[in-house]
């Protein structure tokens, strides 16, 4: 067997494992956060009066059970209260809904 006919296999061999070597892996896609992050597609709801406040809340209670930082559980008994400030300013209560949605913050620790 000839030098070369050797030669050319491990050359090839050494070409592919160089192919495979382990680099950084890649940065996740824009729209993926990693776990526990807000993604920066996250955008605050705007508005003002009592229905600012109420999907503000609302939003940040989303955001918290889609970031890890909340259960299901917490997250649908917070829901429910903002859902009931959510009628007190349909029905053109501002101070009472307001005054609904502080509660619920305080109640569930935020501030």
Excluded: W
């Amino acid at each position: 067997m000839r030098a070369t006919s050797f030669l050319i296999p491990a050359f090839a061999s050494f070409l592919l494992a160089a192919c495979q070597t382990a680099g950084p892996p890649p940065a996740p896609a824009p729209e993926q956060a990693a776990p526990g992050v807000t993604p920066s597609t996250f955008r605050m709801p705007s508005g003002s009066g009592c229905s600012g406040e109420v999907e503000r809340f609302q939003a940040v209670m989303d955001n918290d059970l889609a970031t890890g930082h909340t259960t299901k559980g917490v997250h649908s008994r917070v829901s429910a209260e903002i859902a009931n400030a959510r009628s007190t300013c349909a029905a053109g209560n501002d101070a009472g809904a307001i005054s609904q949605v502080r509660a619920t913050k305080s109640r569930f620790g935020y501030p």
